[in-house]
């Protein structure tokens, strides 16, 4: 493949989004970048562009700080969907699994399996798979995810690693399965948390530091205190972020009162797991007293606004979201999956409008929110603030060029707000990480995207073979 990286670099003619402490907007400017760093910011008038850099022109487009998914499963991208589960777990077939509220035992049988049927199983499939989610991702401006688990994590980390994107890889963990009032140990604990100390020692700061490991607690109902205790002190001793899906559903907190005698985030703060390293995905089921206990601690927590709606979870109608923003919870917004949430581009749509409709006015997660929650909040979660989420100079030099010249974008006013609220992924013409250009002019350029397609619709015509239902079924 073609690869773009450039000792030195040059953007020029952009509206220059910064993101820096006093939210500077430069309408005319220009950002230098070497070394894969940012050098300068400013002015077109105030940079003088090094005669050896490479200029890329961005036309009067939006240059912003590269995107931050911060809930991605990329090893799920390809999937039977309609068949998942179909055969082995009958129940967990859509609309059961999440239809009603939860139906919590087969969500805590599916959560200890080490793959999803109806996804990607073998490392090679994985590959593939969160491959064509990387490809996906930088189409929409991202430059940066947090994978949420499943499948080969070895196999997700290479395909970040050839894609040129920066991304936390992580292991999915969980060892208890529930059924009706019984509750029994499905993977042993020191295993789990052997297999994510080892991929830590793997990845954790590898590819010129573009690829970071974290742990994944899947669904904390489906983890025991010893699995709980033990993730904390991994965390705590390499200053690794953890994951977990977590006070997601409407049937969750009386299922987990039921085997463990609190909810799953009385059990986390319990288990001294509230702290900035914390992210918490989904979550709009939590109570007042959770969400003083979150700002207090640091907590984050990720909004995944089509998949709410898409998988009916139920929880826009509480308003938590904009609560939770009022309260001065840390917020970040993710895609859940790409075949699910299309793109972060429609996720910040989405996130912008859906809770306005319950309060019936504009005040809900605003764009400039909910753009922050995409690029600060985003690098906050992923313990990445240092050096992304905001173009200033001696941060890496993640970026994203978005073409305005749209009828949408006119009269040319709040172009930032516009992008927020009517933008579209297909709006990105460049993206750039660490200095090395990814996508220019919408061309991929570290992925042959002919030959992933053919891969991709080889692996998708197997899981379509092995999740078909026996016959009479």
């Known amino acids: 493949m073609l690869v773009n990286t450039p000792a030195e670099l040059a953007v020029r003619n952009g509206y220059i989004v910064t993101m820096d402490a006093d939210r500077a907007v430069i309408p005319d400017g220009t950002v230098l970048v070497a070394g894969g760093r940012i050098t300068e910011v400013g002015p077109a ?5 090094p005669g050896p850099a490479t200029v890329i022109d961005a036309d009067g487009g939006l240059v912003i700080p590269g995107l931050v998914d911060a809930h991605q499963h990329a090893g799920m991208f390809l999937s039977a969907f309609d068949r998942i589960g179909a055969g082995r777990y009958p129940t967990v077939a859509p609309p059961g699994l999440l239809h009603g509220g939860g139906d919590m035992d087969a969500i805590s049988a599916v959560s200890c399996l080490t793959n999803f049927p109806g996804f990607a199983t073998s490392p090679e499939a994985t590959e593939v798979a969160a491959l064509a989610a990387c490809a996906e991702e930088i189409r929409s401006g991202v430059t940066c995810f947090s994978e949420g688990g499943g499948g080969s994590a070895d196999a997700i980390a290479r395909a970040v690693e050839s894609s040129g994107l920066r991304a936390v890889v992580t292991s999915m963990a969980a060892d208890l399965v529930t059924d009706g009032d019984e509750i029994r140990r499905a993977n042993d604990v020191d295993e789990l948390l052997a297999a994510q100390d080892d991929l ?3 990845w954790h700061g590898s590819v010129d530091g573009r690829v970071r490991a974290g742990l994944n607690l899947f669904f904390v109902g489906a983890c025991s205190d010893e699995l709980l205790d033990g993730t904390e002190a991994l965390s705590s001793a390499h200053d690794v972020q953890i994951s977990t899906h977590v006070a997601a559903l409407a049937n969750e907190a009386e299922w987990s009162r039921r085997h463990h005698g609190r909810t799953g985030l009385e059990r986390l703060a319990d288990a001294g797991l509230f702290s900035s390293r914390l992210g918490c995905i989904h979550c709009g089921y939590p109570t007042a007293h959770d969400v003083q206990a979150m700002v ?5 927590v990720v909004h995944c606004p089509t998949s709410t709606t898409v998988l009916p979870s139920g929880y826009v109608d509480r308003g938590m979201f904009p609560a939770m923003e009022r309260a001065g919870v ?3 917004i993710g895609n859940d999956t790409t075949w699910l949430g299309g793109s972060l581009v429609r996720q910040l749509n989405d996130a912008s409008s ?4 319950r309060t019936m006015t504009n005040d809900p997660l605003d764009a400039s929110t909910v753009f922050e929650m995409a690029t600060l909040g985003g ?3 992923c313990g990445w603030a240092d050096e992304i989420g905001s173009l200033e100079v001696g941060k890496a030099a993640d970026l994203a060029i978005v073409d305005r010249s749209g009828f949408r974008y006119q009269p040319g006013r709040e172009p930032v707000r516009r ?5 579209e992924a297909s709006d990105v013409t460049t993206v750039i990480v660490a200095g090395r250009v990814l996508m220019r002019d919408r061309q991929l350029l570290t992925i042959d995207v002919d030959d992933l397609m053919g891969r991709a619709e080889a692996v998708v015509e197997e899981l379509e073979r092995s999740s078909r239902p026996p016959s009479g079924r």
């Open 45 to 49: 008038a105030d940079v003088a562009v």
């Open 200 to 202: 830590i020692d793997r």
């Open 296 to 300: 207090g601690a640091g907590v984050h």
């Open 330 to 332: 840390s917020l970040a």
């Open 354 to 357: 859906i809770h306005k409709d």
């Open 379 to 381: 690098a906050r979660f």
């Open 419 to 423: 992008f927020v609220e009517v933008g």
